[in-house]
């Protein structure tokens, strides 16, 4: 299945790229470099998302980053949240 | 200059009007209300002075630097590799941003209406007509949003203003019940909106009429704060202090409209309302994500990585948060630093460096 | 483009990745299209659901309805299964059902007593978690809420809009699922919900009301006590009110056509205060009595019995509510919250002790707007009207 997958994406980039080539003019060599360059983060990307789906993005590098801060916010939101469980002590 | 479309104030105004508050009109009112409580409309007042500033900075710039964006300016600037690596940061940034915009489509679309399908198809397809439409370059994407958004706005506000037949005033009171400081920190979730305002540094140099920017630039942040103003008011006045446990509180206060056990289930509308603004504000950040990648790296054209982009952008949108509830907590606590810095905390400290590094020089010099 | 020939091999070897299948395709008969939903008790801490399901029918050659066969094939069908929760049962409810359970149309929520008695917010969350269901949806409580979704509506398509449109019709807001949620989660976290009977197999009828505190049952008002609280809650529209006419000794019938109601909070040395105003226009239905409604001193002779009568249901309502009950369903919360934040800070915690406390004046204001088409009492002689 994984097989299937990394074959639509590449068949899919391979179209894009193929697609794209034609349209820049074949003097421009560093186009041509930035164009295959972009692909192969998109196809890297997307290998790594299928194959390590639980890898952490860049939110988690975010919060990691603002984690003082982050708390700051979650703290205090916490303390005026009015619902979260409205009735302790539970209902059923 | 790679782009050679030109586009007017006006239209600048209207691409950014739509282009900022759309995802902000589905998500914002409950983050906002999670902190502020009862005062989250003060919240837009007050948030709405990072868009001043911001495109205030982005035009204090522009005058530095005429015809030149920040990707542009800033190697000039900073010098070459930390002016480089500022633009890197902003290009990620705002590629991060067409992920999480679609992403924020996607948790909407197929938490409500398609749950069963898979949301590389959701983000794929509407990934793909974005990339097709910044392909044709600005003036396609101004064109477009000039055809869609004036009929879409007047169906969503005329929408919006149904709901009075559940308006219940009273939950506006006690205003400032804990004092200012819910609100204040409340404020830091439209923030984010209003933030992505420095977008305007991409457009400024493509305005056929640069002396109407900053003018125009205004009314878009002030109408991007009526917008939310209304809105948010409108959560409160339907939902009260209920507003809290709606995901999408504007959204089940349309649904929530019934004439006559007649007119009502306005949720498809709503759908098609907000598919065009995601759409619009796709085209706005993935045009200027692609733009500045070709700018970054001195290309010729920037045409042909509006596809590839795209593909890294849809990628990025699964990548980028594991799971919707994740989603909304960046959005409450992590965006809510990231955007405002880099969108106007940045930009404040390269003006000041610009404004300090030019002093002196005549009118119309710089340094290079 | 540079070469002919690429872009229709790109459309072919793209078209089949359209063909892969449209996951959330709805189509009409596919779905099992929910008019009602009934939420009640059952043993051992169990769930039982009650769905109403539309029954699409075709009509026969010859342009008869379908509504002449016999029993079993009505307009709706009434189905119901037991599990732990609400979604437990609906999902085995879904595998007897072959096509879709659909919510986007559900116009009714019944929850049984038992159901009530056991707390009914986990069944509030999952109300307003669906994606499909509309806030919109009335609530009622019932004794059975199965009987009241098995109820085939003669005239309508279903029981649930018969349901609405008697809602509709009295002009008051009968709770939905936003008003609920929003009672149950308010400062005094309270509830009332209508109660529902069937009375034969056609027929549903709204009579009465449960009242909630923390989602829970804490008692039940009688229809007198209810429209009290309609009164006070500016829910009362279109009423009819009986009236005695001690001068004319006999009944007179006016209509509430409007109604207004205005709480005046105060705290005056520690003592909570409410003033209750309540200022009505009427007209006059019927008039059994002899005197003449030209006459304004006959006029502010029916006022007045209005007044008093309307005085008196609200202090019938305020000692059941206010010190039998002891749950704050007026809103007293909200308005004091509301004009005293800071008071209302110290007191929020023990609101269940203050309330009952509160003193409350209640004022009432009836203006008799209009008499109706006659001016005089009709079908009597005019010598026998009393003019002064």
């Known amino acids: 299945m994984k097989g299937m997958i990394l074959l639509g994406i590449t068949l899919i980039l391979l179209l894009i790229g193929r697609y794209e080539w034609w349209m820049i003019h074949s003097g421009r060599r560093k186009e041509r470099a930035a164009l295959i360059v972009l692909l192969a983060l998109g196809w890297g990307l997307a290998v790594l998302l299928l194959y390590f789906p639980e890898l952490p993005g860049p939110t988690w590098l975010l919060e990691k980053m603002l984690s003082p801060l982050v708390r700051w916010m979650e703290g205090e939101g916490r303390a005026l949240l009015v619902l979260g469980d409205p009735y302790p002590g539970g209902t059923m | 200059m790679i782009e050679r479309g030109r586009i007017s104030s006006g239209q600048m105004a209207l691409i950014l009007f739509a282009g900022i508050s759309t995802t902000g009109t589905l998500v914002s009112p409950n983050m906002t209300g999670w902190y502020a409580g009862r005062d989250l409309w003060l919240s837009v007042l007050w948030a709405s002075l990072y868009g001043f500033v911001a495109v205030g900075l982005a035009f204090r710039l522009h005058r530095i630097y005429p015809g030149e964006n920040i990707i542009q300016y800033s190697p000039r600037i900073l010098g070459t590799f930390p002016g480089k690596a500022l633009g890197l940061l902003f290009l990620v940034s705002y590629l991060v941003l067409v992920g999480i915009t679609l992403r924020e489509y996607a948790e909407f679309v197929k938490g409500i209406f398609l749950p069963q399908t898979p949301m590389t198809v959701i983000v794929g397809s509407m990934m793909l007509v974005s990339a097709f439409a910044v392909k044709g370059g600005v003036e396609v994407i101004v064109r477009v949003t000039q055809a869609l958004l004036p009929a879409a706005l007047l169906i969503f506000l005329v929408t919006l203003c149904l709901t009075v037949q559940s308006w219940d005033v009273q939950h506006l009171f006690p205003i400032l019940e804990k004092g200012i400081g819910p609100s204040l920190k409340g404020s830091m979730v439209p923030g984010i909106w209003f933030?992505?305002?420095?977008?305007?540094?991409?457009?400024?140099?493509?305005?056929?009429?640069?002396?109407?920017?900053?003018?125009?630039g205004?009314?878009?942040?002030?109408?991007?704060?009526?917008?939310?103003?209304?809105?948010?008011?409108?959560?409160?006045?339907?939902?009260?202090?209920?507003?809290?446990?709606?995901?999408?509180?504007?959204?089940?206060?349309?649904?929530?409209?019934?004439?006559?056990?007649?007119?009502?289930?306005?949720?498809?509308?709503?759908?098609?309302?907000?598919?065009?603004?995601?759409?619009?504000?796709?085209?706005?950040?993935?045009?200027?994500?692609?733009?500045?990648?070709?700018?970054?790296?001195?290309?010729?054209?920037?045409?042909?990585?509006?596809?590839?982009?795209?593909?890294?952008?849809?990628?990025?949108?699964?990548?980028?948060?594991?799971s919707s509830q994740e989603l909304y907590r960046a959005i409450s606590t992590i965006f809510p630093f990231s955007f405002p810095g880099t969108n106007v905390l940045i930009p404040l400290l390269l003006w000041l460096i610009a404004e300090w590094r030019n002093r002196g020089l005549q009118k119309g010099e710089v340094v290079q | 483009m540079t070469r002919k020939g690429i872009r229709p091999i790109h459309c072919l070897i793209l078209l089949p990745l359209l063909l892969v299948g449209c996951w959330d395709r709805q189509e009409l008969n596919h779905l099992a299209i929910i008019s009602a939903l009934g939420i009640e008790q059952?043993?051992?801490?169990?769930?039982?659901?009650?769905?109403?399901?539309?029954?699409?029918?075709?009509?026969k050659g010859g342009g008869m309805g379908a509504t002449s066969e016999g029993g079993g094939g009505g307009k709706t069908l009434l189905r119901s299964e037991t599990g732990e929760t609400v979604p437990d049962a609906l999902f085995k409810l879904q595998k007897k059902v072959g096509r879709r359970l659909f919510w986007g149309h559900t116009m009714l929520v019944v929850?049984?007593?038992?159901?009530?008695?056991?707390?009914?917010?986990?069944?509030?969350?999952?109300?307003?978690?669906?994606?499909?269901?509309?806030?919109?949806?009335?609530?009622?409580?019932?004794?059975?809420?199965?009987?009241?979704?098995?109820?085939?509506?003669?005239?309508?398509?279903?029981?649930?809009?018969?349901?609405?449109?008697?809602?509709?019709?009295?002009?008051?807001?009968?709770?939905?699922?936003?008003?609920?949620?929003q009672m149950m989660?308010?400062?005094?976290?309270?509830?009332?919900?209508?109660?529902?009977?069937?009375?034969?197999?056609?027929?549903?009828?709204?009579?009465?009301?449960?009242?909630?505190?923390?989602?829970?049952?804490?008692?039940?008002?009688n229809q007198e006590?209810?429209?009290?609280?309609?009164?006070?809650?500016?829910?009362?529209?279109?009423?009819?009110?009986?009236?005695?006419?001690?001068?004319?000794?006999?009944?007179?019938g006016i209509r509430v056509v409007n109604s207004q109601v205005d709480m005046i909070p105060k705290i005056e040395q520690g003592e909570w205060r409410m003033t209750v105003r309540i200022h009505a226009e009427d007209d006059i239905e019927v008039n059994e009595t002899d005197l003449s409604m030209r006459n304004p001193r006959f006029v502010r002779m029916v006022e007045e019995a209005a007044e008093k009568e309307i005085y008196t249901l609200a202090q019938k309502m305020l000692q059941k509510v206010q010190h039998d009950l002891k749950a704050d369903i007026?809103?007293?919360?909200?308005?004091?919250?509301?004009?005293?934040?800071?008071?209302?800070?110290?007191?929020?915690?023990?609101?269940?002790?203050?309330?009952?406390?509160?003193?409350?004046?209640?004022?009432?204001?009836?203006?008799?707007?209009?008499?109706?088409?006659?001016?005089?009492?009709?079908?009597?002689?005019?010598?026998?009207?009393?003019?002064?």
């Open chain 3, 330 to 388: 007026l809103g007293f919360a909200e308005t004091f919250h509301r004009r005293y934040p800071r008071e209302w800070e110290q007191v929020k915690d023990r609101w269940d002790q203050v309330f009952p406390r509160v003193k409350v004046k209640v004022q009432v204001k009836v203006d008799v707007e209009r008499v109706g088409m006659t001016n005089r009492p009709a079908g009597l002689p005019m010598e026998k009207v009393k003019k002064k």
């Open chain 2, 195 to 216: 933030s992505e305002f420095f977008v305007i540094t991409f457009l400024l140099p493509l305005l056929a009429d640069p002396s109407k920017g900053l003018r125009r």
């Open chain 2, 218 to 322: 205004l009314i878009a942040v002030t109408s991007v704060a009526l917008l939310f103003l209304y809105i948010n008011l409108i959560c409160l006045f339907v939902f009260g202090m209920e507003y809290l446990v709606m995901v999408y509180p504007l959204f089940e206060a349309t649904r929530y409209i019934s004439y006559a056990q007649f007119f009502e289930h306005l949720d498809a509308i709503m759908l098609m309302l907000w598919m065009t603004g995601i759409f619009i504000k796709l085209c706005l950040v993935h045009y200027v994500v692609v733009l500045g990648t070709s700018q970054w790296l001195n290309l010729s054209d920037y045409q042909p990585y509006s596809l590839p982009m795209a593909f890294l952008a849809a990628g990025l949108s699964l990548w980028v948060v594991p």
């Open chain 3, 225 to 252: 006590i209810t429209e009290g609280v309609l009164w006070h809650r500016n829910e009362m529209k279109n009423g009819v009110i009986s009236l005695k006419i001690p001068e004319g000794r006999r009944d007179m």
């Open chain 3, 111 to 181: 929850f049984g007593e038992r159901a009530v008695r056991q707390g009914i917010q986990p069944q509030i969350d999952f109300l307003i978690r669906h994606p499909q269901m509309r806030l919109r949806a009335n609530v009622f409580i019932s004794e059975d809420p199965g009987a009241i979704l098995g109820i085939q509506a003669p005239v309508e398509s279903t029981a649930a809009r018969t349901i609405r449109n008697m809602v509709d019709l009295r002009r008051r807001k009968a709770m939905d699922i936003n008003q609920l949620a």
């Open chain 3, 42 to 59: 059952a043993q051992d801490g169990k769930i039982t659901v009650f769905t109403q399901e539309i029954t699409p029918r075709t009509l």
């Open chain 3, 185 to 221: 989660a308010g400062d005094a976290q309270t509830a009332i919900i209508p109660y529902i009977q069937p009375v034969d197999k056609t027929i549903p009828y709204i009579h009465g009301s449960a009242i909630l505190k923390k989602g829970k049952w804490v008692g039940k008002l």
